[in-house]
Protein backbone atom coordinates (compact mmCIF):
# COMPACT_ATOMS: atom_id res chain seq x y z
CA UNK A 1 0.00 0.00 0.00
CA UNK A 2 0.92 3.56 -0.74
CA UNK A 3 1.92 5.85 2.23
CA UNK A 4 1.86 9.38 2.53
CA UNK A 5 2.46 11.85 5.82
CA UNK A 6 2.53 8.42 7.40
CA UNK A 7 -0.87 7.18 6.27
CA UNK A 8 -1.25 4.19 4.19
CA UNK A 9 -4.00 4.35 1.87
CA UNK A 10 -5.50 1.93 -1.35
CA UNK A 11 -4.35 2.75 -4.61
CA UNK A 12 -7.54 2.48 -6.08
CA UNK A 13 -8.08 6.13 -5.03
CA UNK A 14 -5.88 7.38 -7.45
CA UNK A 15 -8.57 6.48 -9.94
CA UNK A 16 -10.48 9.09 -8.43
CA UNK A 17 -8.19 12.09 -7.21
CA UNK A 18 -5.57 11.37 -9.60
CA UNK A 19 -2.75 13.65 -9.24
CA UNK A 20 -4.04 15.13 -6.54
CA UNK A 21 -3.98 11.81 -4.52
CA UNK A 22 -1.50 12.80 -2.49
CA UNK A 23 -2.91 16.09 -1.65
CA UNK A 24 -6.16 14.79 -0.74
CA UNK A 25 -4.50 12.29 1.81
CA UNK A 26 -2.35 14.98 3.33
CA UNK A 27 -5.29 17.07 3.76
CA UNK A 28 -7.16 14.05 5.65
CA UNK A 29 -4.58 13.63 7.66
CA UNK A 30 -4.00 16.66 8.81
CA UNK A 31 -7.49 17.70 9.30
CA UNK A 32 -8.20 14.72 11.69
CA UNK A 33 -7.20 15.47 15.48
CA UNK A 34 -8.72 11.56 16.77
CA UNK A 35 -8.70 7.78 15.35
CA UNK A 36 -12.30 7.65 13.64
CA UNK A 37 -12.33 3.99 15.02
CA UNK A 38 -11.51 4.33 18.61
CA UNK A 39 -11.75 8.31 19.25
CA UNK A 40 -8.17 8.30 20.43
CA UNK A 41 -6.17 11.15 19.18
CA UNK A 42 -3.69 10.54 16.17
CA UNK A 43 -0.57 11.89 15.60
CA UNK A 44 2.38 12.14 12.84
CA UNK A 45 4.45 9.18 15.36
CA UNK A 46 2.17 6.85 14.77
CA UNK A 47 1.53 4.85 11.74
CA UNK A 48 -2.59 5.60 10.40
CA UNK A 49 -4.47 4.49 7.40
CA UNK A 50 -7.31 6.27 5.34
CA UNK A 51 -10.41 5.03 4.43
CA UNK A 52 -12.43 6.56 1.82
CA UNK A 53 -16.39 5.90 1.04
CA UNK A 54 -17.50 6.91 -2.05
CA UNK A 55 -20.94 7.65 -3.29
CA UNK A 56 -21.14 8.30 -7.39
CA UNK A 57 -23.84 8.03 -10.25
CA UNK A 58 -23.58 9.02 -13.97
CA UNK A 59 -26.34 11.05 -15.25
CA UNK A 60 -28.14 10.56 -18.82
CA UNK A 61 -25.31 12.62 -20.27
CA UNK A 62 -22.63 10.70 -19.30
CA UNK A 63 -21.56 13.32 -16.36
CA UNK A 64 -20.04 11.43 -13.18
CA UNK A 65 -20.64 12.40 -10.12
CA UNK A 66 -18.95 11.41 -6.82
CA UNK A 67 -19.14 12.61 -3.41
CA UNK A 68 -15.65 11.73 -0.95
CA UNK A 69 -15.96 10.82 2.61
CA UNK A 70 -12.84 10.26 4.32
CA UNK A 71 -11.74 9.08 7.75
CA UNK A 72 -8.27 8.66 9.11
CA UNK A 73 -7.14 5.90 11.91
CA UNK A 74 -4.75 4.23 13.73
CA UNK A 75 -3.26 1.60 11.52
CA UNK A 76 -3.65 -1.04 14.24
CA UNK A 77 -7.38 -0.09 14.72
CA UNK A 78 -8.60 -0.36 10.71
CA UNK A 79 -6.62 -1.01 7.81
CA UNK A 80 -7.02 1.26 4.59
CA UNK A 81 -10.01 1.10 2.48
CA UNK A 82 -11.80 2.09 -0.27
CA UNK A 83 -15.26 1.39 -0.72
CA UNK A 84 -17.66 2.50 -3.97
CA UNK A 85 -21.52 2.77 -3.28
CA UNK A 86 -24.22 3.59 -5.94
CA UNK A 87 -26.11 6.19 -5.55
CA UNK A 88 -27.55 9.22 -5.96
CA UNK A 89 -26.00 12.38 -8.53
CA UNK A 90 -25.49 14.81 -5.55
CA UNK A 91 -25.97 13.89 -1.83
CA UNK A 92 -29.33 14.20 0.14
CA UNK A 93 -28.14 15.92 2.51
CA UNK A 94 -24.83 18.73 3.34
CA UNK A 95 -22.79 19.48 6.21
CA UNK A 96 -21.28 22.93 6.57
CA UNK A 97 -17.95 23.59 8.61
CA UNK A 98 -17.29 27.27 8.45
CA UNK A 99 -14.88 29.94 10.26
CA UNK A 100 -15.49 33.43 10.99
CA UNK A 101 -12.69 36.48 10.78
CA UNK A 102 -12.54 39.53 11.35
CA UNK A 103 -9.78 41.52 9.02
CA UNK A 104 -7.59 44.87 10.06
CA UNK A 105 -5.36 46.81 7.76
CA UNK A 106 -4.12 49.12 9.56
CA UNK A 107 -2.74 51.05 6.53
CA UNK A 108 -5.72 52.26 5.36
CA UNK A 109 -8.11 51.73 8.75
CA UNK A 110 -10.74 49.30 7.45
CA UNK A 111 -12.17 46.52 8.88
CA UNK A 112 -13.75 43.64 6.92
CA UNK A 113 -15.51 40.18 7.99
CA UNK A 114 -14.46 37.41 6.42
CA UNK A 115 -16.45 34.14 6.31
CA UNK A 116 -15.14 30.76 5.02
CA UNK A 117 -16.50 27.60 4.32
CA UNK A 118 -16.87 24.98 2.68
CA UNK A 119 -19.55 22.03 2.66
CA UNK A 120 -18.97 18.12 3.26
CA UNK A 121 -18.94 15.39 2.25
CA UNK A 122 -17.03 16.86 -0.62
CA UNK A 123 -18.67 16.63 -3.85
CA UNK A 124 -16.66 16.56 -7.63
CA UNK A 125 -18.17 15.89 -11.19
CA UNK A 126 -16.59 14.71 -14.19
CA UNK A 127 -17.45 15.65 -18.33
CA UNK A 128 -16.81 12.16 -20.73
CA UNK A 129 -13.32 12.88 -21.46
CA UNK A 130 -12.63 15.77 -18.63
CA UNK A 131 -10.89 15.71 -15.24
CA UNK A 132 -12.78 15.66 -11.46
CA UNK A 133 -13.86 18.97 -10.68
CA UNK A 134 -15.27 20.16 -7.48
CA UNK A 135 -18.68 21.24 -8.03
CA UNK A 136 -18.49 23.46 -5.18
CA UNK A 137 -15.62 25.61 -6.83
CA UNK A 138 -17.64 25.57 -10.32
CA UNK A 139 -20.83 27.08 -8.78
CA UNK A 140 -19.04 29.84 -6.88
CA UNK A 141 -16.76 30.75 -10.25
CA UNK A 142 -20.20 30.79 -11.66
CA UNK A 143 -21.16 33.61 -9.00
CA UNK A 144 -17.91 36.12 -10.12
CA UNK A 145 -15.70 34.67 -7.21
CA UNK A 146 -11.83 34.09 -8.22
CA UNK A 147 -9.68 31.27 -7.96
CA UNK A 148 -7.26 32.39 -4.86
CA UNK A 149 -3.61 31.62 -6.00
CA UNK A 150 -2.47 32.40 -2.22
CA UNK A 151 -3.47 31.21 1.37
CA UNK A 152 -2.23 34.11 2.81
CA UNK A 153 -6.05 35.72 4.14
CA UNK A 154 -4.19 39.36 3.75
CA UNK A 155 -3.23 38.70 0.26
CA UNK A 156 -6.99 36.87 -0.79
CA UNK A 157 -8.72 40.08 1.19
CA UNK A 158 -6.28 42.41 -0.94
CA UNK A 159 -6.92 40.55 -4.88
CA UNK A 160 -10.39 39.65 -4.95
CA UNK A 161 -13.45 41.26 -6.84
CA UNK A 162 -16.87 41.52 -6.24
CA UNK A 163 -19.59 38.53 -6.79
CA UNK A 164 -22.16 39.01 -9.09
CA UNK A 165 -24.86 41.01 -8.54
CA UNK A 166 -27.40 37.84 -7.78
CA UNK A 167 -24.88 36.91 -4.53
CA UNK A 168 -25.61 38.45 -2.06
CA UNK A 169 -25.48 38.45 1.84
CA UNK A 170 -28.18 39.21 4.19
CA UNK A 171 -27.92 40.01 8.48
CA UNK A 172 -30.77 40.15 10.41
CA UNK A 173 -31.20 42.78 13.50
CA UNK A 174 -31.12 39.57 15.05
CA UNK A 175 -28.35 37.74 13.91
CA UNK A 176 -28.94 35.80 11.31
CA UNK A 177 -26.20 35.52 8.07
CA UNK A 178 -27.78 33.97 4.77
CA UNK A 179 -26.00 33.77 1.67
CA UNK A 180 -28.24 33.64 -1.31
CA UNK A 181 -27.22 32.40 -5.00
CA UNK A 182 -29.90 33.49 -7.14
CA UNK A 183 -32.78 32.00 -5.40
CA UNK A 184 -30.56 29.36 -3.81
CA UNK A 185 -29.45 29.59 -0.09
CA UNK A 186 -25.91 28.63 0.22
CA UNK A 187 -24.96 29.24 3.49
CA UNK A 188 -27.31 30.02 6.89
CA UNK A 189 -26.33 30.94 9.97
CA UNK A 190 -27.97 32.12 13.75
CA UNK A 191 -25.42 34.00 15.33
CA UNK A 192 -25.46 34.55 19.12
CA UNK A 193 -25.62 38.39 19.89
CA UNK A 194 -25.07 38.08 23.34
CA UNK A 195 -21.45 36.63 22.17
CA UNK A 196 -18.27 39.10 21.84
CA UNK A 197 -17.33 37.50 19.32
CA UNK A 198 -20.52 37.11 16.85
CA UNK A 199 -21.45 40.44 18.25
CA UNK A 200 -17.80 41.90 16.90
CA UNK A 201 -18.32 40.18 13.77
CA UNK A 202 -21.91 40.97 12.76
CA UNK A 203 -20.95 44.63 13.79
CA UNK A 204 -18.23 44.64 10.98
CA UNK A 205 -20.27 43.01 8.66
CA UNK A 206 -23.29 45.64 8.47
CA UNK A 207 -20.37 47.99 7.39
CA UNK A 208 -21.87 46.15 4.18
CA UNK A 209 -19.00 44.25 2.88
CA UNK A 210 -18.59 40.74 3.52
CA UNK A 211 -15.12 38.66 2.20
CA UNK A 212 -16.57 34.94 1.50
CA UNK A 213 -13.69 32.55 1.01
CA UNK A 214 -14.95 28.75 -0.14
CA UNK A 215 -13.69 25.42 -1.92
CA UNK A 216 -12.70 22.19 -1.11
CA UNK A 217 -9.96 20.54 1.04
CA UNK A 218 -10.18 23.42 3.70
CA UNK A 219 -8.82 22.59 6.98
CA UNK A 220 -10.59 23.25 9.81
CA UNK A 221 -8.99 21.53 13.34
CA UNK A 222 -10.24 21.11 16.78
CA UNK A 223 -7.88 23.80 17.97
CA UNK A 224 -9.38 26.17 15.73
CA UNK A 225 -7.35 27.13 13.47
CA UNK A 226 -8.05 27.16 9.65
CA UNK A 227 -5.17 25.59 6.57
CA UNK A 228 -5.82 27.03 3.24
CA UNK A 229 -2.54 25.80 2.03
CA UNK A 230 -3.72 22.29 0.76
CA UNK A 231 -7.15 24.36 -1.45
CA UNK A 232 -4.76 26.63 -2.63
CA UNK A 233 -2.14 23.91 -4.13
CA UNK A 234 -4.86 22.36 -5.71
CA UNK A 235 -7.13 25.02 -6.91
CA UNK A 236 -9.82 24.93 -4.74
CA UNK A 237 -9.70 27.93 -3.31
CA UNK A 238 -12.24 30.62 -4.34
CA UNK A 239 -12.93 34.15 -2.67
CA UNK A 240 -14.63 37.35 -3.81
CA UNK A 241 -16.18 40.48 -1.63
CA UNK A 242 -20.20 40.04 -1.53
CA UNK A 243 -22.56 42.57 -0.70
CA UNK A 244 -24.58 42.93 2.70
CA UNK A 245 -28.10 44.03 3.70
CA UNK A 246 -29.50 44.31 6.59
CA UNK A 247 -33.08 43.15 6.97
CA UNK A 248 -35.64 43.79 9.92
CA UNK A 249 -36.97 40.69 10.34
CA UNK A 250 -36.77 37.49 13.24
CA UNK A 251 -35.40 33.84 12.34
CA UNK A 252 -38.29 32.11 11.22
CA UNK A 253 -38.68 28.27 12.99
CA UNK A 254 -36.08 26.15 12.44
CA UNK A 255 -33.33 28.93 11.08
CA UNK A 256 -31.33 29.19 14.67
CA UNK A 257 -28.68 27.66 15.89
CA UNK A 258 -24.99 26.07 13.96
CA UNK A 259 -24.28 26.89 10.31
CA UNK A 260 -26.67 25.37 7.71
CA UNK A 261 -26.93 25.10 4.44
CA UNK A 262 -30.22 24.12 2.41
CA UNK A 263 -30.15 20.56 1.24
CA UNK A 264 -30.38 21.66 -2.41
CA UNK A 265 -27.65 24.42 -2.20
CA UNK A 266 -24.68 23.25 -3.95
CA UNK A 267 -27.17 21.95 -6.40
CA UNK A 268 -29.07 24.98 -7.44
CA UNK A 269 -25.75 26.87 -7.57
CA UNK A 270 -24.18 24.84 -10.02
CA UNK A 271 -27.47 24.14 -11.86
CA UNK A 272 -26.82 28.22 -12.69
CA UNK A 273 -23.38 27.06 -14.24
CA UNK A 274 -24.81 24.48 -16.50
CA UNK A 275 -24.08 21.58 -14.02
CA UNK A 276 -26.96 19.05 -14.10
CA UNK A 277 -28.14 17.01 -11.28
CA UNK A 278 -30.79 13.87 -10.92
CA UNK A 279 -31.66 12.51 -7.72
CA UNK A 280 -31.65 8.50 -8.57
CA UNK A 281 -32.09 5.87 -6.47
Known amino acids: MPTTSNVEWDPGLAAYKGPDTTAYVSAAAAAATACASCRKPVSAQVPLSLAVDVTGATDEDGIEYFAFDAEICHRACREPSLTFTPGHTAPVEFTPRAARLVLEDRAVRTTTAGLVFTYLPMLSFREPGGELTSALVTALLSQGFQLAMSADVGEILRD ?17 LTLHAGEATMYREQLDLADPEDATWLDVARNGSLLVIGGDNLIFNGTGSLDLNTAALLGTLVAGKVAVSLLQAEPTRGESGPAQCADDAPRSAAEAHGVKWENRP
Open 160 to 176: SGQTADDFNGVVTAEGL
